[in-house]
């Protein structure tokens, strides 16, 4: 079975300042793991993922990301937040071998103020 | 890249009238796809793999009576939301997944359909 937890369901940062957003994980099998960001009423974007190749993932519009297995955690970092980051952002793992439904985090929402 | 599109985008619809909602991969094909829902301010969560030529397959709890899923062909999976009702109103968000046989596949999401039903 897999499971995401996202600590803290809304997120408040200035802008330029460092954005982390929080994601662990729970799976029996190796996983793969994405970040996804949601803006009202529109579908999802991939910000990046982890396959098992490098641990330091970089994605889209400065995100970058890194799995660290002994802490089973895949926390989403950004070093200075732009008023455009303002979203729902989602964690999500998705098993390597059978099953490949993907298993969302309850989601974070990134607040950005001026 | 690989687009999953999803029609219509947006539909509202009386109580007790079904609606079709369409996923195609625009340019590759899929033998999986998966439909989610999404309540307001919650994550998604599964309802259903659709398999091209086979029944689909229900997560616990979700009423395969109620949501019907057709996989008729490689690009195209359709969500029937049959006699809904307005507890149905939901945003609704389909998946494709590439199938390249012993690699890593990638999957795709559409954009999503918002359902209302008054």
């Known amino acids: 079975a897999q499971s995401v937890t996202q600590l803290g369901s809304h997120v408040s940062v200035s802008e330029g300042a460092l954005v982390l957003l929080r994601c662990n994980y729970s799976s029996s099998v190796p996983p793969y793991l994405f970040w996804y960001v949601q803006y009202p009423n529109q579908g999802l974007q991939l910000l990046l993922k982890y396959t098992s190749a490098a641990t330091l993932v970089k994605g889209i519009n400065g995100f970058e990301a890194e799995f660290k297995k002994s802490e089973t955690s895949f926390h989403l970092t950004k070093p200075s937040a732009h008023m455009s980051d303002a979203a729902e952002y989602f964690c999500a793992v998705r098993s390597s071998n059978y099953g490949q439904n993907f298993v969302f985090g309850p989601g974070t929402r990134l607040s950005v103020l001026p | 890249g690989a687009v999953v599109s999803q029609h219509p985008s947006r539909v509202i619809c009386k109580s007790g009238t079904s609606v079709k909602i369409e996923c195609r991969s625009l340019?590759?094909?899929?033998?999986?796809m998966f439909w989610y829902r999404q309540f307001p301010k919650q994550s998604l969560m599964l309802m259903a793999t659709s398999n091209e030529g086979s029944k689909a397959t229900y997560e616990q709890g979700v009423e395969k009576d109620k949501f019907l899923i057709n996989h008729a062909s490689l690009t195209l999976s359709t969500l029937t939301v049959t006699s809904a009702h307005p507890e149905d109103s939901s945003f609704y968000i389909c998946?494709?997944?590439?199938?390249?046989?012993?690699?890593?596949?990638?999957?795709?999401f559409g954009p999503g359909t918002r359902l209302t039903v008054l």
């Open positions: 998946s494709a997944l590439t199938n390249i046989a012993g690699s890593y596949n990638e999957q795709f």
């Open positions: 340019d590759f094909q899929a033998t999986t």
